[in-house]
């Protein structure tokens, strides 16, 4: 693995373009958009603040920047440096910013969710949405782009509208049922439209009769014996440290003195840290917090609120529990590489650990000291699976992997 010197970054925005070529990131109110292969700069825009939020087109001509405080979005071309909108929803304000799937329109959600705003960057004409619900995932597109369900709340009950999106009309409207409806999802092939409630376990379903195959316990002890634990444990630096002046340099410090790490495999009966649901808080952390499927539909990782060090990962053609990785710090983020089972997995450190079919690494990324710690709270991919950027709160780096060969 190779990585890339620390660049500038604020409010963990980068991203790369849907088509590879370009990666986005922002500095304050600059949104610098970098060649992938030499990383040197190819467009600096400046926007009228601070940015909050990015979001490339799915055609990768286009990039919004979203500064929810001033209840402005600026839209960029990277054919057309010179040209630009400015979408302003004034008074209503803004909480949420996102692209049609055709690239063309822009969807807007004003504060107090009381409308969504649709902007057609073609015709210039505007759509209105009414009573969206704030909810973890309230828009969802059907994988062909032309239909758009919403989830709404009106008069303390939860509905869903679907829309036609070449013209935005209204074309069903229905009850779901739901006590508090958390989120909506289109199945792949846009039959069929998931809706869940809060706080649910992972439920998986078949996608022919939607009836529920399995449910995923995800206990605090696993006593499986065919379920492999990965457990993340220090180890010393191996270097004689008496040879070194004392107080070393930072960089030295940095390179030397940090505590690397590697992966023991535990002794079935495992035991985890549970933290129980803080009772007298407002929406306590509990359940799935986090789920996503590999690429090829073999695995889903998933993340227990109330077990925040560890990473499960179920096979799903056996509908098991397949390895658990616990590490010595909580689970920040994690994704899966888009083009092989490939899980990478950050906790706030200056690690990236990822795990194959073939096993489990912590690779510590050198910082060399000049930006004091590199804490990695969240990671994407590059859509070919080559390399991903980590982010921290301050910067971020790119990090180049070897392909492996998929087996």
Not at 277 to 306: E, Q
Not at 318 to 339: G, M, N, T
């Amino acid at each position: 693995m190779d990585f890339s010197e620390l660049f500038k970054l604020s409010g963990l925005l980068g991203r790369f373009s849907p088509d590879g070529k370009c990666l986005a990131s922002c500095v304050q109110y600059r949104l610098i958009i970098r060649d992938v292969n030499t990383l040197q700069i190819l467009q600096l825009y400046t926007c009228l603040d601070q940015i909050q939020y990015i979001e490339w087109s799915s055609d990768s001509l286009f990039i919004l920047c979203a500064m929810y405080k001033r209840g402005i979005v600026q839209v960029w071309s990277l054919e057309q440096p010179d040209w630009h909108c400015k979408i302003d929803e004034g008074s209503a304000g803004l909480v949420a910013s996102c692209w049609s799937p055709d690239g063309r329109h822009i969807l807007n959600t004003t504060e107090f969710h009381l409308r969504i705003t649709v902007w057609s960057l073609c015709t210039k004409s505007v759509s209105y949405i009414k009573y969206p619900k704030a909810c973890q995932q309230g828009i969802a597109f059907t994988k062909d782009g032309r239909y758009m369900a919403v989830a709404e709340r009106r008069d303390c009950k939860d509905f869903v509208s679907l829309f036609v999106c070449s013209n935005w009309q209204l074309l069903r409207h229905f009850d779901t049922e739901t006590q508090d409806l958390f989120g909506i999802e289109w199945a792949p092939n846009g039959c069929v439209l998931a809706v869940w409630d809060t706080c649910l376990e992972v439920r998986i379903l078949n996608h022919v009769t939607w009836k529920k195959i399995t449910e995923f316990e995800h206990p605090a002890t696993v006593t499986n014996t065919k379920t492999i634990v990965y457990k993340e444990v220090e180890k010393s630096p191996s270097v004689e440290t008496e040879r070194f002046s004392f107080p070393p340099t930072r960089a030295l410090a940095s390179s030397v003195f940090s505590t690397q790490s590697k992966y023991d495999i535990s002794q079935v009966p495992v035991s985890f840290q549970y933290i129980k649901p803080v009772a007298d808080r407002a929406n306590p952390k509990m359940g799935i917090g986090m789920l996503a499927f590999s690429p090829d539909n073999c695995f889903l990782a998933t993340k227990n609120d109330n077990i925040p060090n560890a990473v499960w990962i179920w096979d799903i053609q056996k509908l098991k529990l397949f390895v658990v990785l616990e590490q010595l710090c909580a689970i920040q983020s994690f994704q899966w590489d888009p083009r092989q089972p490939r899980l990478a997995v950050c906790t706030g450190n200056s690690k990236v650990y990822l795990w194959s079919p073939a096993g489990c690494v912590s690779v510590q990324v050198p910082t060399e000291g000049k930006e004091g710690d590199f804490q990695i709270v969240s990671l994407c991919w590059h859509p070919s699976g080559d390399s991903m950027a980590l982010l921290s709160k301050d910067n971020f780096c790119v990090c180049y992997l070897e392909r492996e060969e998929v087996k």
